[in-house]
């Protein structure tokens, strides 16, 4: 019983922040990488970004990266994501998935346990 919930979306104009959260339960929140990622109506699932288990390193999509910011606390078995200077390309539910791999953390499908999602809206 494996539970990843996500939280924090929300309607916001274009240039605004929203820090999304997502607490883990059932599973050893230390033993995985973390994962977000995200789907707009009527697209795939694309990469948003990813950390390592101890918080050490992390990556994020070409698309995101300077404006949105990666973090996780093992102590509170949370991973956030931080995004500033919200776009209407940004608006998608987001998901956080958890991954016992080492590599390709890209790959959507690679991921062990997903998040009900939460919707983020940019309006412009």
């Known amino acids: 019983q494996v539970q990843l919930v996500e939280s924090g979306g929300g309607l916001v104009q274009a240039g605004a922040s929203l820090n999304l959260s997502c607490a883990a339960s059932g599973l050893t929140f230390g033993n995985y990488a973390m994962g977000w990622f995200r789907q707009a109506p009527g697209k795939a699932r694309s990469y948003v970004a990813h950390?390592?288990?101890?918080?050490?390193?992390?990556d994020y999509a070409g698309s995101v990266r300077g404006r949105f910011t990666i973090s996780r606390d093992n102590a509170k078995n949370t991973v956030y994501l931080q995004m500033n200077s919200l776009n209407p390309e940004d608006s998608a539910i987001y998901y956080c998935?958890?991954?016992?791999?080492?590599?390709?953390?890209?790959?959507?499908?690679?991921?062990?346990?997903w998040g009900q999602g939460t919707q983020v809206t940019v309006s412009s």
């Open positions: 998935a958890a991954y016992s791999g080492f590599t390709y953390w890209t790959v959507a499908r690679r991921y062990d346990y």
């Open positions: 950390i390592t288990r101890s918080g050490v390193s992390r």
